[in-house]
């Protein structure tokens, strides 16, 4: 790989952009956490200017012909060494501007939400944290570094879960979390070793090549370590099995559920994904499985979403459900459906994040109903740009998600999948129904003929910040609206990226789009049947289901599982042998060893103390042993 | 047999009759001034044997201030006299059991040498030539015994500094 | 002429074994110091006699050595048991605790 472009100016422009949120991490948590204004000023601006930085990169290398890679060596320990570098391509730049903008957005949006918390200095610092960590991610040069930066991410997201860790359900979440994507990573970090005592190195622009790859490895090796790497995704991305967490980390503050569990962290996994696609791509059995873990997830998720009452819940639910969606693209063999995806997905779902956060903060409640009880829809701009997130979701034309959904499905029927397309359409229609459910229930609410007025104006703690919360949905909500329409200049400039992406724009199937659009507007008229129109009874199908309203409800009793899981496995089964283990050999040898101490002690102690002539003989007795054996012996 | 045999065993004699009788008193004033006279002789010895300047230092060094020392600490402590037996038998007779077995065992390896049964002729090596001996062939060891010598001095000071701590006190009243 | 080499050592092992039985029979640790100056003085004399049998200047010069080590001996362990006297109030080699004890821990 030959650096290319004026090489100087990009590695100081990106390392600026990386190094400016961990400084202003540093200066928040050493010196103005206590100065809210203050620290958030810093945090925002470090993030304004690495979004500066960011598109300035993009502008820049748009029409670049090959990755950029700078690569310093890090550690060196005989054989080994640890490069940590920087990647710039076609993918991770995207991805790089994707975070970037998300950051910075959320956290002006923060500056309304946030107010007045005595958290705030604190709150700042780790969105520095969680935007240094993200943006290095991106644009890491070899796996190590993806390693260590996606576990800092991980304990970001801990951080903020836990943010309000006076409340007992919010630490317990932030310890879900982290505990569910730590199971992955052991798998990750498992790959990795493998990796590296096979490859010897972890350079993805090595890992992504084909021809090097496929020399070194046998094929199940290759099959092996992958899945091992995918556990790890599975965890990040929150796919099956490990998907419990991310519905609960929804304790943590709205912003930071918006920014880490919908639009950047979570899609780590799925941008690991589309990094090592190359790699990926080389065995057909973890394709195979990825699509299969994307489709379950997606079926799961989009189910529980269906039932849920709490809106944050339902979005959680509904990023799951997109993320394997963007998994099942990948699996399908296409990286630019899965990475357009994931772009469109990050700017509509955190739209919807941050209009759900607005419905919250006025009616004081998370509970849908009670929403529009309250008189939800009286807060127009939400509503707006929760009808057009929405919509984008639901894959309605001419919205982002409609472009990219299309894709995906499109490349699922290319790739010899009926099954999946099935599947993939029949998520894409709770997709749909489940987010104009949740519209029908706030705009048409029952029995609130006489609701009190909202809270809007008067409300909360922090009248008088509504600007920054407005200006931001509009700002995403534009995103959202025009980004389906740079489809073509996107993928021109992904196709850049060169290894693995041989795969052509699929034939355009022309009843594609039309029945994506039926479907949805079927959808879209059920939910009105049975949440919008005037005698509609706000229960749906499923809820007249006892079984299913219980399952789908109970999240497929998959925490129940994993309870009883951990109660037989870890705690009646290793769990007791731990314990049996500290008693007998652990506790069993320090005892032993503190009594023989004592002996030993008691010994020397008899050795040393009372006569000392009785001790003398006994040496010079043995000298006299001595010198008989020496004289007569030798 | 000539005068120096005779001289000789006349101060073997003394030497051990000396020294027999100083690990035999009771009163430790009286063992000290029988090794004196014990250390005299063996400087007489050393005379004998050629060694003029050893048997200088022995009496200088040994009879002199070893045992001048060995008086001062005597007076020092003034020991209460012990009751019950002087030599406790079940001490008593291991040690000379012991002893008699080294003395029978080196005689034994003593007398296995048929070499050094032939009379030696007498030689004497001047201080003068003992000196320039000394400090050609052995300046390390000597410079070595030197600071064995400081170290001493500095250690019985330490040792023999009365500590002033809480129990200080305790302890004066003790004696 | 004068005696055979075997002779004085043989004056050296009689000494030696009178310092070993003083140093292990008497209950006493400064007689116990005294039986140790006996037998480094024993050893001394059998390198004198050594010193003339081989005609060599080597054995004198050790018995240099040899006082410069009794020298520091005795300092060092009259030191001591000065220490052990003040402490205990006895010159006892029978340095049972309960005596430390008496005397209060340093």
């Excluded at chain 1, 956060?357 to 939800?376: A, K, L, P, S, Y």
């Excluded at chain 1, 931001?472 to 060169?498: I, K, S």
């Excluded at chain 2, 300046?139 to 129990?167: D, T």
């Amino acid at each position: 790989m030959q650096p290319a472009t004026p090489l100087p100016n990009s590695l100081i422009v990106t390392a600026a952009a990386l190094l400016l949120p961990l400084l202003a991490f540093g200066v928040i948590m050493l010196a103005t956490r206590s100065r809210h204004r203050l620290s958030a000023a810093i945090s925002i601006g470090a993030a304004g200017l690495s979004l500066l930085a960011a598109v300035y990169l993009l502008v820049q290398h748009w029409q670049m012909q090959a990755p950029l890679i700078f690569q310093a060596v890090w550690m060196v320990s005989g054989q080994m060494t640890i490069p940590i570098g920087i990647l710039l391509d076609p993918i991770s730049l995207s991805m790089f501007a994707v975070v970037a903008a998300i950051s910075f957005l959320v956290q002006v949006y923060s500056l309304g939400y946030m107010a007045g918390d005595p958290g705030f200095g604190c709150y700042y610092g780790c969105m520095s944290l969680f935007a240094w960590a993200m943006l290095t991610l991106t644009v890491s040069s070899s796996l190590l570094q993806i390693y260590i930066f996606w576990e800092l991410v991980g304990l970001a997201s801990y951080l903020l879960i836990g943010f309000w860790f006076d409340k007992f359900s919010a630490s317990e979440a932030g310890k879900k979390a982290f505990v569910m994507t730590r199971t992955g990573d052991v798998a990750f970090l498992l790959g990795l070793v493998l990796l590296w005592l096979q490859l010897g190195t972890l350079d993805i622009p090595v890992l992504t090549n084909p021809a090097t790859v496929g020399a070194q490895l046998s094929p199940g090796m290759i099959t092996l370590t992958a899945l091992l790497i995918f556990g790890g995704i599975v965890g990040k991305s929150a796919q099956f099995p490990l998907l419990t967490w991310l519905p609960d980390a929804m304790e943590g503050p709205t912003p930071v559920s918006a920014l880490l569990h919908s639009a950047t962290m979570v899609a780590a996994g799925v941008y690991l994904f589309s990094r090592l696609f190359g790699f990926f791509s080389l065995s057909p059995t973890a394709m195979a499985v990825c699509l299969t873990i994307g489709t379950i997830s997606m079926l799961l998720a989009s189910t529980m979403a269906m039932v849920a009452r709490d809106i944050k819940q339902v979005w959680a639910y509904s990023t799951i459900s997109q993320l394997g969606f963007m998994l099942m693209g990948l699996g399908a063999g296409s990286l630019f459906a899965g990475a357009f995806h994931l772009i469109t997905h990050a700017g509509f779902k955190a739209l919807l994040f941050l209009c759900a956060d607005v419905f919250i903060h006025h009616c004081g409640t998370n509970d849908m109903f009670e929403i529009g009880r309250q008189g939800g829809r009286r807060l127009k701009s939400a509503v707006v740009c929760t009808i057009i997130g929405a919509g984008a979701l639901s894959g309605l034309p001419p919205l982002s998600g409609f472009f990219s959904k299309e894709m995906i499905l499109g490349h699922l029927l290319d790739s010899g999948h009926p099954v999946a397309f099935l599947a993939a359409a029949v998520g894409a229609f709770l997709t749909t129904y489940y987010s104009f459910r949740l519209i029908f229930i706030i705009l048409f609410p029952r029995d609130s003929g006489d609701a009190p007025p909202p809270e809007s104006h008067d409300g909360h703690h922090h009248a008088g910040s509504e600007w920054p919360m407005t200006t931001v949905l509009w700002c995403l909500a534009g995103v959202t609206v025009v980004l389906g329409f740079f489809q073509t200049p996107l993928h021109d400039f992904l196709a850049r990226a060169g290894t693995g992406f041989q795969a052509a724009t699929p034939a355009h199937h022309s009843w594609l789009p039309v029945a994506a659009c039926l479907l949805a507007a079927v959808a879209i008229l059920q939910a009105w049947f049975e949440y919008g129109r005037k005698k509609a009874r706000q229960i749906g199908w499923v809820e007249q289901i006892p079984f299913l309203a219980d399952l789908f409800g109970q999240r497929w009793y998959l925490d129940r599982l994993y309870r009883y899981l951990l109660d037989t496995l870890v705690y009646r089964g290793v769990s007791r042998l731990f314990t049996a283990n500290d008693r007998r050999v652990i506790d069993g040898a320090l005892d032993g060893l503190g009594r023989s101490t004592i002996g030993l002690g008691r010994v020397i102690d008899w050795v040393h103390g009372g006569m000392i002539q009785y001790r003398l003989m006994i040496m010079v007795a043995a000298v006299i042993g001595l010198i008989l054996f020496i004289g007569w012996g030798g | 047999m000539s005068i120096l045999t005779l001289l000789f065993y006349a101060i073997a004699l003394l030497i051990v009759v000396a020294t027999a009788m100083a690990v035999t008193r009771r009163n430790m004033v009286h063992a000290v001034l029988y090794l004196v006279l014990s250390f005299f002789g063996t400087a007489m010895l050393f005379y004998l044997l050629g060694a003029p300047f050893l048997a200088a230092l022995e009496i200088i060094i040994y009879a002199g201030a070893i045992m001048v020392l060995f008086l001062f600490l005597i007076m020092m402590i003034r020991l209460k006299t012990l009751p019950g037996m002087f030599f406790p038998v079940g001490q008593l007779l291991p040690a000379i059991l012991i002893s008699a077995g080294f003395l029978v065992v080196s005689s034994v390896m003593v007398g296995r040498n048929p070499a050094g049964w032939a009379p030696m002729p007498a030689a004497q090596a001047s201080p003068l030539a003992f000196g320039v001996y000394l400090f050609q062939t052995h300046w390390l060891a000597v410079e070595i015994a030197s600071m064995l010598l400081l170290v001493a001095l500095v250690g019985a000071y330490v040792l023999g500094r009365r500590v002033r701590g809480p129990s200080a006190d305790a302890r004066e009243e003790a004696p | 002429m004068i005696v055979p080499l075997n002779h004085i050592l043989l004056l050296s092992g009689l000494l030696f074994s009178l310092g070993m039985f003083c140093t292990l029979a008497r209950r006493n640790l400064i007689m116990m110091l005294l039986g140790i100056e006996i037998m480094l003085n024993a050893a001394a004399v059998a390198f004198v006699g050594a010193s003339l049998h081989w005609q060599q200047m080597e054995g004198q010069a050790i018995v240099i050595f040899i006082l410069a080590v009794a020298a520091t001996e005795v300092t060092i362990g009259l030191a001591a048991i000065l220490v052990v006297y003040r402490r205990t109030d006895s010159v006892d080699p029978d340095m049972d605790a309960a005596l430390w004890e008496k005397g209060g821990s340093r």
